[in-house]
């Protein structure tokens, strides 16, 4: 699959793209409104970090208690669920005079449950595509994301002036029941892709088995380490250019929309291998820059080319994939998603601490430094080919359990 028009054409990607769209506009406009009320409420550049991506901590309890349930829900139930369930907690982030302890609390709770969306949105994208499409789908799901965050933070700049930061969250809670509406009525009803019931000790041991090959865990670090660095530099717009923010947000998203278009699109196989480490270097390098305070134009500049180096994480995804078992595939993609989101919260949390006792742009520098040497460092363990001898047969699992453990409880994609 190497067209859009196949890729549209295929029975219900349309609603996926859709829901995974207004999700993604929900949280934009839903997070800026947020971001803005605990930082005019504190002053405090950590906790103004810490509400726009501290939720995604959380993420690391859903990941290890209930990510098993990513391929056991049937994936219109788990979508329109959540939707809803994010739509009445952003709701209630709104009330006049809520703690801000209370605020935290809900985002814990959503963090928590947010662990799942991932697994179960990518591994109903992979069920729909053949192997082949799987890039291409999830590429445009990324655009879909750079747009709607383009749109979500000019439109949330606007909504922030003029209904305040408290509409600005009641607009986003209104986006999420939209999407439920469209995950309910846009998405056949499919059985889940596993059988049995969902359990913490199912979701240790899937982990524990996704994270025994040495191939997926070099691709697992290389996903959500680098990543989660460069998202605490981001997380730093509002202290560092309180009137710009909202500007520097959106052209990050649009240098990610453009790596994604060049990546999913244009990338022959045989260069993504090679590929993915100068990606990550991209998304760290430019933001160093920031260390001499640039001129705005300047540092627009540096955020648009660093952030086109985030589509090296569709290559990293796609390399995962040939090294996952298809009855694995959304815990395994769920992962994913919850570590990378967990990491930038680590992320955000660490940048945040950093300015609190130094500046945005000192914290901005420090973040990048560590993200050009992690790559670095993990530049060895990605050499080999998913094929090495530590993981012969990918798509088999070397290192699936005996058969009375779960033989029956892994069938492939309906």
């Known amino acids: 699959m ?20 207004g999700q993604t506009a929900a949280q934009t406009v839903s997070g800026l409104g947020l971001g803005l009320l605990v930082y005019t ?35 219109r139930t788990a979508l329109t669920g959540l939707a809803l369930l994010f739509g009445a907690a952003t709701a209630v982030q709104a009330v006049p005079g809520l703690p801000i302890w209370a605020v935290f609390a809900v985002l814990l709770g959503l963090g928590v449950t947010a662990s799942l969306g991932g697994g179960v949105r990518y591994g109903l994208l992979n069920e729909l595509l053949a192997r082949d499409g799987y890039l291409l789908g999830r590429s445009v799901l990324n655009m879909s994301a750079g747009l709607m965050q383009i749109a979500g933070f000019a439109v949330g700049g606007v909504l922030v002036a003029v209904l305040s930061p408290r509409g600005t969250l009641l607009t986003g809670a209104a986006l999420y029941l939209a999407t439920a509406a469209v995950a ?38 290389a996903l959500w380490v680098p990543n989660g660095l460069i998202v605490g530099c981001e997380s730093l717009y509002v202290p560092y250019a309180p009137d710009h923010a909202g500007l520097l947000f959106a ?29 990550r270097l991209l998304l760290a390098a430019p933001f160093l820059i920031f260390a001499w305070h640039p001129p705005l134009p300047l540092a627009v500049a540096a955020v648009v080319l660093a952030c086109v180096g985030y589509s090296a994480t569709l290559l990293l995804q796609d390399r995962l994939m040939a090294l996952t078992p298809d009855g694995l595939s959304g815990h395994a993609l769920g992962l994913h ?42 530049a060895p363990g990605l ?20 058969p009375l453990i779960d033989a029956d409880q892994r069938p492939g994609p309906a």
């Open 2 to 21: 190497r067209t859009y028009r196949e890729l549209f054409g295929t029975p219900e990607f349309t609603p996926l793209f859709l829901v995974s769209a």
């Open 41 to 75: 409420s504190t002053g405090s550049p950590l906790l103004s970090s810490l509400a726009m991506f501290g939720p995604s901590l959380a993420q690391l309890v859903g990941a290890t208690t209930l990510l098993s349930a990513a391929d056991r829900l049937p994936p």
């Open 184 to 221: 309910r009525w846009g998405l056949a009803a499919r059985p889940p892709r596993a059988t049995g019931r969902p359990s913490p000790a199912d979701t240790w041991r899937d982990n524990a088995r996704l994270w025994s090959s040495p191939p997926r865990r070099y691709v697992y670090l």
């Open 383 to 402: 050499r080999d080919d998913p094929d090495n001898p530590d993981d012969p047969h990918p798509a088999n699992d070397a290192t699936t359990p005996p």
């Open 251 to 279: 052209f990050s998203a649009l240098g990610m929309l453009a790596g994604d278009v060049l990546t999913g699109r244009f990338v022959p196989p045989h260069w993504r291998r090679r590929l993915d480490a100068p990606l």
């Open 337 to 378: 998603s919850s570590g990378m989101l967990a990491m930038q919260g680590v992320g955000a949390g660490l940048a945040g601490a950093v300015a609190q006792w130094t500046s945005a742009a000192t914290a901005m520098t420090a973040m990048a430094a560590a993200s050009v040497a992690v790559t670095i460092a993990l």
